[in-house]
């Protein structure tokens, strides 16, 4: 850690941080001013407002939001959790989020980041995720964290939730940076992910004050630093309005390559990625296309065989399947479909079909939801 | 003077006896009703003083006390009317020793109009069960004849109070207060809804048949219009037909709640289908003078929940104790009571709030919350009791369009009562009817793992996260199956196609 914040100014920043409706570029600003931001909390909200040329309403708010919270305990219960709160000046604060222009004033860290220089790719998307965001997003995960790539996503459901498991699949680590304080955990159910992503060497980021809920403004707010951690951004699902795409937006903006990944021209979630790419972003079809845009200084220590750009054979697992296990895949095809459908198909009985459906099931040829089996391997 | 009249009250689905006592003593004309009246039994008075002037009697301008034992039992229902007048004229003298001394072998039941004519009442069955019992004859509203008949006791039917004391007094014959044997009307035709009229939804279809034949809850989840109510407004025609027992407890709850209509013995599977906006008590039952709910108005038949997330959390809790007992007991401050709900229960719901998840051709428009938020209003006790979920999807033009007819649901009755006979055989002395309500050692004796299956089972729980609850019940639907097809063991083709049934318990899929 470095000394040449005092512990008192680390406080004050740390208090400081608290204030969310600021850029954080702004508050940068204001230390400039001051000299120090333990300053700006010595100050009252008339002369603030009058020293820094702000709104006096939006000083007031500014120091009664710093105010609001007790740094010694915000660091205590950090620390409590195993967890440290970094400072742009201290060695662990990340090169590349240094390096942003509206890098947080301070980062609430469990784990352990990726060193700098380390290539880390952010794999976003939707949170309603449809089977083949799924089984896209399970193949490109793996292979990404097969090759050495840390994955930086955002802990939500759907692309992120199965971006990050991936990872934890091939013991690899992943980043998390997450939408509410450290010692919260949204959605619930993604706990247990939390829990073993840290296992694996991973990290979960916030720039949020210690157990802060899960607001909506937070969530765009935290995309800039998923963006600012990773080249490239690969965007795999998101309708045309969605959070994804404000993540490849901030980080075209950082000046980050933007990568999507194409489908079908009916499906909603894919509305965003195939935007993304009418505009420009390349093209994702396999792990090499993301491959191809680590820099240089970055790619020391992958595994170079998945630079290799191979073209696809499709469905080669296939061919140890029975000839009545192949034809429900055929039947099922990439889209996805009932079990009365492929009883139809198949002229077959309702407990026919559910005994192939559920062989191929468990062998994790297939997935069902709602209803509808869609195909899960790549 | 005192009198004394036999009549009868309803607690829970039984009747007893009561007696009613009149004293007609020296003093301030008042007529006091004691001993547990509810209000409508409270309000008789005033029916009673009129129908007897209006009878051509004289009402004794006394002190009546009117009191009805045994007192510490709540008496609810208007047929407490005659009883009392007729009380009132053997005390008042105005019945002669013939027709008073005829009083102790009746009992009397019967709601006055004004006029002094009878009309019927509700839980007349019940009390005639009662009456068999103590060897009575039993006074009855006309109207009220075709529960007579059911009950096999003896009854007479006057149509008024005159003619009534006339036939006491041996004035009239018995034949003009004995309605002769009223043919029953044919049963309300055998309801027309088939199962060939149902298009597609072959899945859906089988796990009707398979909880017709075992007994099992269902949960069918799909999107609007793909044939929910349509599947389960046919259920009850894939049943077996009601024993006569079965009849005759179902008839006993319809007479209680004045439900009973131009059939004398209900021959039909009862099927209820409640709005979801229900309050509680009037689908458990209950209420200060407790009644019972729909849950066990659909006893022995089919409870029909249409919107199955939209009813209100607690009335989703209170359905836990009929789905696990087959019962309903209410506890009021003075006395408990039970009734039977024996019920199939059939559930069915949205995908989601805009009914449009997984829906090929709308988009869903709900957040993932709103979605989570929907599904978790079934909690996960109730979930346990549904043996059977089914998603259903749309139904695609060209099955609408087929020319060919379904199996109809003759056809799938048959095989329903082929695995009812062997579920029969199995249970013979126990109390037990069907597969799915077998106990936990029952399962263990009837429902043995076939070879080979203790790999499916696991590979089925690390995919599905099953619990060791839901084994049980994958035995026992697994059961039925077998039943259906008539094999003695169940096959691991058997387990394999009851995990079809289970989609909620895989994981991930509300996220």
């Known amino acids: 850690m470095n000394t040449s914040v005092s512990t008192q100014e680390r406080l004050a920043r740390i208090q400081l941080n608290a204030f969310l409706y600021f850029r954080a570029d702004w508050l940068e600003r204001l230390i400039e001013i001051f000299g120090s931001a333990q300053e700006i909390l010595r100050q009252d909200a008339p002369t603030l407002a009058r020293e820094a040329n702000l709104n006096p309403d939006t000083a007031a708010k500014l120091l009664q939001a710093a105010h609001a919270i007790n740094p010694q305990e915000e660091w205590d219960k950090t620390a409590a959790l195993g967890g440290h709160i970094y400072l742009p000046e201290d060695e662990e604060y990340p090169q590349s989020l240094r390096n942003c222009k509206e890098a947080p004033l301070a980062i609430y860290v469990l784990g352990h980041l990726p060193t700098d220089g380390r290539a880390c790719v952010a794999v976003v998307g939707t949170r309603k995720i449809t089977p083949y965001g799924r089984r896209v997003t399970h193949k490109l995960g793996e292979e990404l964290a097969q090759c050495g790539v840390t994955i930086v996503s955002g802990l939500a459901r759907g692309i992120d939730s199965e971006a990050h498991a991936a990872a934890v699949r091939q013991k690899k680590p992943t980043v998390a940076v997450i939408g509410t304080g450290i010692g919260r955990c949204y959605p619930a159910e993604n706990r247990a992910l939390e829990k073993s992503l840290l296992e694996h060497a991973g990290a979960v980021v916030s720039e949020l004050p210690f157990n802060s809920p899960p607001n909506a403004f937070h969530f765009p707010r935290r995309n800039r630093i998923i963006a600012a951690l990773s080249q490239p951004v690969v965007v795999v699902e998101g309708e045309t309005k969605s959070g994804a795409l404000i993540t490849a937006k901030l980080a075209l903006e950082m000046g980050k390559d933007v990568l999507a990944v194409p489908g079908p021209i009916d499906s909603p979630q894919s509305g965003g990625p195939n935007s993304l790419i009418r505009q420009g972003a390349g093209v994702v079809t396999s792990v090499a296309d993301i491959l191809d845009y680590i820099p240089q200084q970055s790619r020391f220590g992958l595994d170079t065989r998945f630079f290799e750009h191979t073209d696809i054979t499709p469905d080669k697992p296939l061919e140890k399947l029975s000839p009545r296990q192949q034809q429900v895949m055929q039947v099922i095809g990439t889209g996805s479909c009932s079990l009365d459908h492929v009883a139809e198909e198949l002229h077959a009985t309702v407990p026919e079909v559910a005994g192939l459906l559920f062989e191929l099931e468990v062998q994790g040829f297939l997935a069902c939801e709602n209803g509808l089996y869609s195909k899960s391997k790549f | ?511």
């Open chain 2, 1 to 511: 003077m005192l009198a004394n009249v036999c009549t009868g009250a309803i607690k829970g689905i039984e009747g007893f006896s009561v007696s009613v006592e009149v004293d007609i003593a020296p003093g301030m004309p008042t007529l006091s009703v004691v001993g547990l009246p509810d209000i409508e039994v409270r309000e008789s008075k005033d029916r009673v003083v009129a129908a007897i002037r209006n009878s051509g009697f004289d009402f004794p301008s006394k002190r009546i006390t009117v009191n009805l034992s045994p007192a510490e039992l709540r008496k609810s229902g208007t047929h407490f009317d005659l009883p009392i007048a007729l009380g009132i004229l053997a005390a008042s003298g105005q019945l002669s020793a013939t027709a008073s001394g005829k009083l102790p072998s009746l009992l009397v039941l019967g709601e006055l109009a004004l006029d002094g004519s009878l009309r019927p009442c509700a839980g007349v069955l019940p009390m005639l069960i009662a009456c068999q019992k103590l060897g009575k004859t039993a006074i009855i509203p006309p109207q009220n004849v075709l529960e007579g008949q059911v009950s096999s006791a003896s009854f007479l039917t006057p149509h008024t109070l005159r003619e009534l004391v006339e036939y006491l007094e041996n004035r009239a014959d018995e034949s003009t207060v004995k309605i002769s044997f009223v043919p029953t009307e044919p049963n309300e035709p055998e309801t027309e809804l088939d199962f060939s009229d149902v298009k597609g939804q072959a899945l859906a279809k089988r796990a009707l048949e398979i909880a017709a034949a075992g007994g099992h809850n269902v949960l069918l989840i799909g999107l609007p219009g793909t044939g929910k109510s349509m599947l389960a407004k046919r259920f009850p025609g894939i049943l077996p037909p009601l024993t006569h027992e079965e009849a005759l407890e179902i008839t006993k709850i319809y007479s209680i709640c004045n439900l009973i209509g131009k059939s004398r013995l209900l021959t039909q599977r009862p099927f209820r289908d409640p709005h979801h906006t229900i309050s509680d008590v009037a689908l458990i039952g209950g209420g200060s003078s407790p009644r019972p709910g729909e849950v066990s108005l659909a006893h022995n038949g089919v409870l029909f929940l249409d919107e199955f997330a939209e009813f209100s959390r607690s009335s989703l809790e209170v359905l836990r104790e009929p789905l696990e007992n087959g019962q309903v007991t209410i506890s009021r401050a003075k006395e408990t009571v039970s009734y039977p709900a024996r019920f199939t229960l059939i559930a069915a719901m949205n995908p989601c709030p805009c009914g449009n998840l997984g829906n090929p051709l709308k988009p869903c428009t709900c957040t993932p919350m709103q979605i989570n938020r929907y599904k978790s209003r079934i909690s996960g006790p109730l979930l346990d009791r549904i043996d059977l979920t089914v998603n259903l999807n749309p139904v695609k033009y060209t099955d609408w369009n087929q020319s060919s007819e379904g199996e109809t649901s003759a056809q799938i009755r048959e095989r329903v009562l082929k695995a009812r006979d062997i579920q029969r055989k199995r249970f013979a002395g126990t109390a037990t009817t069907a597969n799915a309500f077998m106990s936990a050692k029952q399962i263990k004796q009837f429902c043995p793992l076939p070879a080979g299956a203790d790999a499916i089972l696991e590979a089925a729980m690390r995919k599905f996260g099953l619990s060791a609850r839901s084994l049980d019940k994958i035995l026992k639907t697994a059961r039925t199956i077998a039943d259906l097809e008539g094999t003695e063991t169940i096959e691991t083709k058997h387990l394999v196609e009851v995990m079809q049934y289970r989609p909620l318990d895989r994981k991930g899929v509300a996220d």
